[in-house]
């Protein structure tokens, strides 16, 4: 692992293409509105049978302010009373989803994201987790993955011990960029000292885990002054980094209309943050998981990849890919068996299904049999850079050469150029390839040609 990443201009310039990023497969592109509340109760029935672990994603959409990068499903407002009858549906919502699976199904992981979840009051907050206890098996001894995002902004001492004793134990820090020129063309003034004062409160109440956020690409960004930040970053030592590329969609992101597209870096400014970036956190310490991530070599992600037990899905890279995903609240999307299913995001529609007494399902798909061979395929090219086809084909009866046949020239472009090796056993990403290793999944992807690639974000 030592070599895990190798920097190659001429190999970013040729497959630096616009692909998905492959939370799932097939991805949320291809949800439709054939998928409805009938075919996540069949799901989770099944879920029920096998006993199946559990991990919750709840979606909290409200923020004070308005962050002008932002593509998150969010309701900007000042008024804290939108809360509640939100709360009132989501509580509805959480009964509905509870009374079809068993209540000894453990829950693993929770995940409160958003928006902003500390919007919520603390007596909400309180509220909302003794709900989620009530009808889900959340465990209480510290053993399960239970995080929060936060925004230092809305978080103060108080409200760290409040999170802690409700039974968080994970908390990722949205900071984006320190330099203050660029917190103001993004409307997100944030003080080095308000997330210093956050993280100090989390690891005096033991957290378990920080997850700091950076977006490189931003209005005003230099290479110059983002590894400052970087640096900064580094000074406050979390045990997990995500660095985004930032996708500048303003066609299907109206916030970002307001960010001046002449102050956004140039790409070969933006490829040379990244290569910074690489090189400070390398050297102090950190491993390039992949898609973004980095974490310190005793994180659990980092074991994880160590170990080819690392998964991913609607939260990124985790160690509880075996776990059914339950997503709660408005947009919030749920991956049960071979079911991906999405709430409405329009929240007036949301609240308006469940006070209706119907989940607010509105989109998904049910993965066919070509689905899951090349899910297994891009899990485990984008998870552990490396595919051994013997398992593909014990996992689903098939014969890798001739299934994906037509793929093998482009494969062997992809071996000649050095991107990955292959041979009639596997094939490994290379480590000048690693960072573009979603080029590579693109090739097993086969909707990929059905979409304008303008909707989705460059691999770097």
């Not at 890919?321 to 997503?327: A, T």
């Not at 041979?423 to 596997?426: A, I, K, M, T, V």
């Given at each position: 692992?030592?070599?895990?990443i190798?920097w190659?201009?001429?190999l970013i310039?040729?497959?630096d293409?616009?692909g998905?990023?492959?939370t799932s497969?097939?991805t949320?592109?291809?949800?439709d509105?054939?998928?409805g509340?009938?075919?996540?109760?069949?799901?989770?029935r099944?879920?029920?049978?096998?006993?199946?672990p559990?991990?919750l994603?709840?979606?909290?959409?409200f923020?004070?302010n308005?962050?002008?990068y932002?593509?998150?499903?969010?309701?900007i407002?000042?008024?804290r009373?939108?809360?509640?009858?939100y709360?009132?549906?989501l509580?509805?919502?959480i009964?509905?989803i509870a009374?079809?699976l068993?209540p000894t199904?453990?829950?693993?992981q929770?995940?409160?994201?958003?928006?902003t979840?500390?919007?919520l009051?603390?007596?909400e907050?309180?509220q909302?987790m003794?709900?989620l206890?009530?009808?889900?098996n959340l465990l209480?001894?510290?053993?399960?993955?239970?995080g929060?995002?936060?925004?230092?902004r809305e978080?103060?001492?108080s409200t760290?011990?409040l999170l802690?004793e409700?039974?968080?134990?994970?908390v990722?820090?949205?900071?984006?960029?320190?330099?203050p020129?660029?917190?103001?063309?993004?409307?997100r003034?944030?003080?080095l000292?308000?997330?210093?004062?956050?993280?100090?409160?989390?690891?005096?109440?033991?957290?378990?885990?920080?997850?700091i956020?950076l977006?490189?690409g931003l209005p005003?960004?230099?290479p110059?002054?983002f590894?400052?930040?970087?640096?900064e970053?580094?000074?406050?030592q979390?045990?997990?980094?995500?660095?985004f590329?930032?996708?500048?969609?303003p066609?299907?992101?109206?916030?970002q209309?307001?960010?001046?597209s002449?102050?956004?870096?140039?790409p070969?400014?933006k490829l040379e943050?990244?290569?910074?970036?690489?090189e400070q956190?390398?050297?102090?310490?950190?491993?390039y998981?992949?898609?973004d991530?980095?974490?310190l070599?005793?994180?659990e992600?980092?074991?994880?990849q160590?170990e080819?037990t690392?998964?991913r899905?609607?939260q990124g890279?985790?160690t509880h890919?075996?776990?059914?995903?339950?997503?709660l609240?408005?947009?919030a999307?749920?991956?049960?068996?071979?079911?991906y299913?999405?709430?409405?995001s329009d929240?007036?529609?949301?609240?308006?299904?469940?006070?209706?007494?119907?989940?607010?399902?509105?989109?998904?798909?049910v993965?066919n049999a070509d689905?899951?061979v090349?899910?297994a395929?891009?899990q485990?090219?984008?998870?552990?850079?490396?595919l051994?086809?013997?398992?593909i084909?014990?996992?689903?009866?098939i014969?890798?050469r001739?299934y994906?046949?037509k793929?093998?020239p482009?494969?062997?472009?992809?071996a000649d150029?050095?991107?990955?090796?292959l041979?009639?056993?596997?094939i490994?990403?290379?480590p000048a390839?690693r960072?573009?290793?979603r080029s590579?999944?693109m090739v097993?992807d086969?909707?990929?040609?059905?979409?304008?690639?303008?909707?989705?974000?460059?691999v770097i």
């Open positions: 692992m030592l070599d895990a190798r190659d201009t001429d310039r040729r497959y293409l616009a998905p990023r492959y497969y097939p949320a592109m291809q949800f509105g054939q998928v509340t009938f075919d996540l109760f069949h799901a989770l099944d879920s029920r049978k096998a006993l199946r559990l991990s994603y709840v979606h909290v959409p923020c004070a308005i962050c002008y932002c593509a998150c499903n969010k309701v407002t000042k008024d009373g939108r809360a509640l009858p709360l009132q549906r509580e509805q919502e009964q509905l009374c079809h068993d199904q453990k829950v693993e929770l995940h409160f994201g958003g928006g979840p500390t919007f009051s603390h007596d907050l309180r909302l003794a709900q206890r009530k009808h889900f209480d001894d510290d053993s399960g993955d239970y929060i995002e936060i925004d230092p978080a103060d001492w760290m011990g802690r409700l039974g968080f134990n994970r990722s820090i949205g900071l984006q960029d320190l330099d020129a660029v917190q103001r063309a993004v409307n003034l944030q003080s000292e308000e997330t210093r004062a956050v993280i100090d409160a989390a690891r005096t109440l033991q957290f378990r885990s920080i997850n956020d977006i490189y005003k960004q230099t110059e002054n590894a400052r930040t970087v640096d970053v580094i000074a406050l979390p045990d997990r980094l995500s660095v590329n930032y996708a500048h969609l066609e299907r992101f109206l916030p209309r307001r960010i001046n002449n102050e956004l870096p140039t070969a400014q943050m990244l290569q910074r970036t690489i956190l390398t050297a102090a310490g950190y491993r998981i992949g898609m991530h980095f974490a070599p005793d994180d992600l980092a074991i994880a160590e080819s690392l998964q899905n609607f890279y985790t890919g075996h776990c059914d995903l339950i997503g609240g408005v947009s999307i749920s991956q049960i068996g071979d079911l299913c999405q709430n409405n929240l007036s529609q949301y609240q308006n299904a469940l006070a209706s007494a119907q989940l607010a399902t509105s989109r998904g798909l993965c689905d899951r090349r899910r395929v891009i485990q090219l984008i998870c552990t850079f490396n051994e086809f013997s398992a084909e014990q996992a689903f009866n014969d890798f001739g994906f046949g793929l093998w482009q494969l062997q472009t992809m150029d050095g991107l990955i090796t041979d009639n056993e596997r490994t990403v290379l390839g960072l573009l290793v590579v999944c097993f086969a909707y990929l040609q059905q979409h304008n690639n303008q909707r989705f974000s460059r």
